[in-house]
């Protein structure tokens, strides 16, 4: 409970500094969906559209199975399984609790924002100065808007990023389905929310090429 009034007085603290970073300057297109998310209809379709309908829903959750059995959690006597660190079997045990946590932060979103009246798209800075775009992909991840356009916390990314990091509790190896490891889990995620803001804010500046690597790993 402490943790989460943490969260919430930081993100109220982030208000004026989300306000000034989206400047009035000029109108940048940020890089992801653009389907219209009012209502819950609306916000349903982009749900489907982001979790399941876009490139990286395979190729996304193999990244990140891929690094995970490259750098497994833990050392020595408290290091992954060899079944969930060696061979075919392996990969698709970690490969499912990518997609799992996708999918759970996803949902998470999309339930929250329908409660909560919250726009689940990431709306671009209209500034032209780096800094200024930069810090508005940042605080977007903790102050979003709601459908009406105003300034909200962004309830969404909280609940989506928590689910995330307790889903694998019902099917991790011992050791690693705890509350510590969850939250370890849950904090990873909203750090990838957070460089995910910032490649929606810079992608449509970046070459193709890189620009669509980042498309299949990252979203």
Do not use: C
């Not at 990286?56 to 490259?70: E, K, L």
């Not at 995330?164 to 370890?184: I, M």
């Amino acid at each position: 409970m402490k943790a989460k009034f943490s969260v919430l007085g930081f993100a109220v603290f982030l208000f004026p500094i989300h306000s000034w970073a989206q400047n009035t300057a000029g109108t940048t297109q940020a890089f992801g969906n653009n389907i219209q998310s009012s209502g819950i209809e609306g916000k349903f379709r982009y749900y489907v559209s982001e979790t399941y309908l876009n490139p990286s829903v395979f190729t996304a959750p193999a990244f990140r199975a891929g690094i995970r059995m490259a750098n497994p959690p833990g050392k020595g006597a408290r290091q992954y399984p060899p079944e969930w660190r060696q061979g075919a079997e392996a990969f698709g045990r970690n490969y499912g609790d990518a997609f799992a946590q996708r999918v759970t932060f996803q949902t998470g979103r999309f339930v929250t924002g329908v409660m909560t009246h919250e726009d689940p798209r990431y709306i671009p800075s209209s500034s032209y100065n780096v800094l200024a775009r930069s810090l508005h992909a940042l605080t977007f991840t903790f102050v979003d808007q709601s459908d009406s356009g105003r300034p909200m916390p962004a309830f969404s990314n909280l609940v989506g990023a928590t689910a995330a990091g307790f889903v694998g509790n019902a099917y991790l190896p011992s050791g690693f389905n705890n509350t510590t490891h969850a939250g370890q889990r849950a904090t990873l995620q909203f750090g990838f929310t957070a460089a995910g803001n910032l490649l929606r804010e810079f992608a449509p500046q970046m070459p193709r090429p890189v620009r669509t690597v980042f498309q299949l790993i990252a979203r």
